[in-house]
């Protein structure tokens, strides 16, 4: 089982390297295709959110594999490897297992419990599965993944009441601005993380809030959300007016660039009064050089920290039960692997017995002659594969479910004995 994941999160780099590897939803299809490209890697998937980017790889090569996931990320991200290494993690075979499980479940997240990352991990999978970076092991692991994490979820309470980013960031603002209602508030982005702003914004009293976006479209389907709050849509090209009619302003879109920094922000920004800048993005939407001015805050996700502490011990019973659970699925994925040692004696003796119905079968139908054969041939061959199937049906059910690996090895050499299968097993790994 040689799954590897290569990756960096939150708890091992600050965003201004996370968002150097941060890979755009578009980007997707060209990392997977260059990744598949190296030597050494045989199945790969992508893991990128404003958090963490973890590359996920099935290895011929274990070490030479991981290494090769290191270049590549240094490269898309013009770090210098040495550099670069200092806030990676690399996790094999078991412990990449559980890790992408608690990863599913939010166990890894900022926010302890949230539930935006298992979107994430089916987007993920399914962008995989679309440009065809997995295969068997990361379809299977991926699926029991998810599976995991919905059944966390259902069987625990650790996301009940969990905060997200968003709201993460509306708290944060409550902290140095103490009243929302008089206040204008100005969101830059339309999708799930603004639509959550916007949500956490009214319930904190919010009364007024621009929502600026590129897409018209995709404003308008973010206000129907909201049809009783006094939403103002903004285009994109108006940003600025809104900006400097604001006293804070949340920014959560796909922008790989900056869209606020100090050349547009100099004409906007008031003297009267601090502008207050909310940025959960990654790559960030406001740019660093905003820090330097006068009458201006920038936040940005790792700036949540202190307000996710808070509810972070509350959460940590809920967290070991989940643990428990996670185990458990665990376990389940790893019979499954010792399982695959079975699949070249299946296919061997499988191939073995498929062959002498063939000749078996070619025999009986010249003895009945070639106007019985002409029609009947399907029948008599319906008839034979039914039989074998049935017949080496129940065998190869019990020999994949045999959870008792040195019995299941035992079982394996009995049946290449028997049926002199060693030549054929000899081949399969040459």
């Not at 009293?205 to 600026?212: E, K, L, T, Y």
Request: glycine residues 4%; proline residues 2%.
């Amino acid at each position: 089982m040689n799954i590897a994941v290569v990756g960096l999160s939150h708890k091992t780099a600050p965003v201004e390297v996370r968002e150097k590897l941060s890979i755009q939803e578009t980007k997707v299809e060209e990392a997977i295709i260059h990744l598949r490209s190296y030597p050494h890697i045989e199945e790969v998937a992508v893991i990128s959110t404003c958090n963490r980017l973890e590359v996920y790889a099935v290895l011929t090569d274990t070490e030479k594999g991981v290494i090769e996931i290191i270049q590549f990320l240094s490269e898309t991200s013009h770090i210098p490897l040495g550099y670069l290494r200092r806030h990676l993690f690399i996790l094999l075979y078991q412990d990449a297992v559980r890790h992408l499980f608690r990863v599913a479940a939010g166990l890894e997240s900022l926010v302890l419990g949230e539930g935006q990352i298992l979107a994430q991990v089916k987007t993920t999978y399914k962008l995989a599965q679309k440009y065809k970076g997995i295969g068997r092991l990361l379809d299977r692991l991926f699926k029991q993944a998810i599976t995991s994490g919905k059944r966390v979820r259902s069987q625990t309470n650790i996301g009940t009441g969990a905060v997200s980013i968003s709201s993460a960031a509306v708290e944060l603002s409550i902290t140095k601005i103490d009243n929302l209602t008089n206040r204008q508030v100005t969101v830059i982005g339309a999708g799930k993380m603004a639509r959550l702003l916007v949500k956490h914004l009214l319930a904190k009293g919010a009364a007024s809030i621009n929502v600026v976006n590129r897409s018209k479209l995709r404003a308008e389907e973010l206000a129907q959300k909201f049809p009783t709050a006094q939403l103002t849509l903004v285009p994109f090209e108006e940003m600025m007016t809104a900006v400097k009619n604001s006293h804070i302003i949340f920014t959560s879109t796909a922008a790989s660039q900056p869209i606020l920094h100090r050349e547009n922000l100099q004409e906007v920004v008031s003297t009267q009064e601090k502008l207050m800048l909310f940025d959960i993005s990654v790559p960030r939407n406001v740019a660093t050089n905003v820090q330097e001015m006068d009458f201006v805050e920038v936040y940005n996700v790792d700036d949540l920290k202190a307000v996710v502490a808070k509810n972070h011990s509350s959460r940590q019973r809920m967290a070991l039960e989940a643990e428990k659970l996670l185990e458990e699925e665990l376990e389940t994925f790893e019979l499954w692997c010792h399982s695959l040692e079975a699949v070249p004696t299946i296919s061997c003796l499988r191939t073995k017995i498929e062959g002498i119905r063939e000749q078996e079968l070619e025999k009986a139908l010249s003895r009945l002659g070639v106007e019985f054969a002409e029609k009947h041939q399907e029948v008599v061959e319906a008839l034979t594969r039914g039989i074998v199937n049935k017949i080496l049906h129940e065998p190869m059910v019990q020999l994949r479910a045999q959870q008792d690996i040195e019995a299941r090895q035992r079982c394996l050499q009995s049946l290449q004995m028997l049926f002199d299968l060693e030549i054929e097993i000899e081949k399969q790994f040459s």
